[in-house]
Structure formats: structure tokens, C-alpha cells
């Protein structure tokens, strides 16, 4: 029973993250948290197919809708500042998934991170990449994760997420591609 329990979980978990490895620990403590008033707003990708409205919601958190192919999406962001970094980590909105009986019974609030650069009316936004994650997880150079089926979902400390950001922060391979968005209002 708790072998499928765990198998519904991570593939909950999967299909809620999409490409960016899940994490059961958040990337910050309190004091890593910041406020930066510059990233609220309405942000647009190139195509302007992906908008995010970013609103202050605590005195270091924010909520942000996210609309993708017309869907709405709901999230709560952390900004976490590490040594010279800057890093999100979003969250789904816990107070949507607990609506629905079934879906709450099963509800996991899992991580994503993100390293952010904000340059003005600019940002760019990099995922944790899976491809470079799963490589050092079946070879056993890093434990923050382990592999269900075929993804990476991180299982580190807080503390061990956060050395691991910082060590390959710099490392191209280790994120992908930043997504830029531009500031609408």
C-alpha cells in the first residue's frame, strides 16, 4: 500500500513540475528570504503567450498568477537571495488544491527553483535542467535527489539545496535555456 501510495505521489509530482525536477524541501530558510518591490508586476514572454501577475503578499513573499495557453495557473514565489544569487522557488497555491476532497487527501506542496536575473524591465528566469540533475543522480555524485521511474525529484535538506545551487550556479549545463520576459506594467 505504500509502494503505491509513493508511485501516485511522484507521479503527481511529475506532472505538476513538468521539466523542472520537484523539490519536497524549499530552497530557503527565513533569512535567505528577500523583497524585491522591481519584481512585481505583470511580466510577458516575447510571443507575450505567457504572462505572469506578480503581487507582494507578505513582507517577503509574493502570489503570482501565471496564464500559459490560456490557463490559468496559481502560485505562491519566495525570493531567496544566496551569496550573489538571486533564486526563486514557486510553489502551487495549497488553498486551490485543498478545494477538491480527493485532490487534498493526496496534496504534496513540492518546490521548483529557479536562478533569476532582473536587469530593469527585464528578466530572465533558468529551471534546474533534469538531463544534467538525472547524470550526477545515477552516477552518485550528488544525493539532494533520487529517480522515480525516469525523473529527478530533489529529496535534499534545505541546506544541501542550497550548496548545490551555488556550486553550479555558474555551470551553463546545469540550468536551461533563461527564459526572458519583458515588463508589461
Partial sequence: MRNAKMLLLAGMLLWLAGCSP????????????????RLTGTWADKEEKVTWVVKR????SYDALCTADEEPHWF????????????LDLTPKEELALKNSFF???????????????????????????DYLKALVTSKKTRIGQMLSDAVVLTGSTLELQDYVLKHAEIQEAFTEPEEYHRVK
Fill in 104 to 130: 487534498a487527501s493526496h496534496w504534496v506542496p513540492t518546490h521548483t527553483f529557479f536562478r533569476v536575473r532582473l536587469d530593469g524591465d527585464r528578466l530572465q528566469v533558468a529551471a534546474l535542467e533534469e
Fill in 22 to 37: 520537484p523539490s519536497l524541501q524549499p530552497l530557503f530558510t527565513e533569512q535567505d528570504l528577500v523583497f524585491e518591490p
Fill in 57 to 60: 503578499s507578505g513582507e517577503k
Fill in 76 to 87: 505562491k514565489l519566495h525570493l531567496v537571495r544566496l551569496g550573489a544569487y538571486l533564486f
